[in-house]
């Protein structure tokens, strides 16, 4: 009966200094965790007000074009770097109704200007432009640092506004 007695104790002591263990183990992850996304907000933000970023394109939803495309290739970006833009999108025009054969916007530019840079805590709104080929292209970036959402309208003086949704990544 002492050997019982004992043993349930025993047990007692072990499964309560177990749950002991787990709860610090949590505790440790949790703060981890929120360690690290502190450090990725703080690399993302310092990317954004030194316009040092690229966005990866995962969506598309070109104007009067119907419902959005997934992108599934790799190269659908916008890269921003200090002094230099490179910009490869896929885009369609449409003229007259009829959907013309998709096509790619290729830019690779040091000759780019950005007109607003505006942080409301976690809500970013980056605009920047380009002339391309004789094109003037109008890029609004929106970017949620909360959730990771980005969101970028192209808006070329001749064609077609298409709206991609995709990431953000520092350079």
Known sequence: MKKLFFFSVLMVSLVASAMAQDYTKQEVRD????ARQQAMIQQLTTALKTHDFTFSASQT???FMGPQ?????WNNY????PGYLEVNLPYASVAQDVTMIPARIAINTSQFTFWE????GSQWTLVFQTEWSGVKYVFHLNYNIDNGFATLTLVPNMG??????????AN
């Open 31 to 34: 703060a981890k965790r929120t």
């Open 61 to 63: 939803t070109p104007e």
């Open 69 to 73: 495309q997934a992108l599934n290739q």
């Open 78 to 81: 916008v890269s921003v770097y």
């Open 117 to 120: 840079d505006m942080n409301n």
């Open 160 to 169: 077609n506004t298409v709206v991609y949704t995709g990431t953000i990544q």
